[in-house]
């Protein structure tokens, strides 16, 4: 199955991390930031400097350090209490984007839609 996700075109909307709470589990969204830290070797911290969120790592190569700025993949799951789990699918380096141009036209993009 995971040969599968390789093939498959994956459309996942683009979201700032303050914009999570409108979002459905079992949807698949971008989420872009930097990496905060690790908590343990499962998880991650990655912040957008809109919040934080704990992503689950476990399975997906992550050559990353804390600091980078990556995109990764994110399917929303349940978890047993009914909150939303974030399970990385896979993540794309953006150390030579500018994230604050990013962050401005998030916002208009957003703005426009809305």
């Given at each position: ?21 409108k ?15 690790n ?76």
């Amino acid at each position: 199955m995971e040969g599968e996700r390789d093939t498959q075109k994956i459309s996942a909307k683009q979201v700032m991390i303050k914009d999570l709470e409108k979002m459905e589990i079992g949807s698949e969204i971008q989420i872009m930031g930097f990496v905060k830290g690790n908590i343990g070797e499962e998880t991650i911290i990655l912040d957008d400097r809109t919040g934080e969120i704990t992503i689950n790592i476990k399975g997906v190569k992550f050559p990353f350090k804390t600091g980078d700025l990556v995109n990764v993949f994110v399917k929303i799951n349940p978890t047993m209490d009914g909150e939303k789990k974030f399970e990385a699918i896979f993540f794309q380096d953006m150390t030579n984007l500018n994230f604050d141009h990013f962050q401005k036209l998030y916002e208009m993009k957003k703005e426009l839609i809305e």
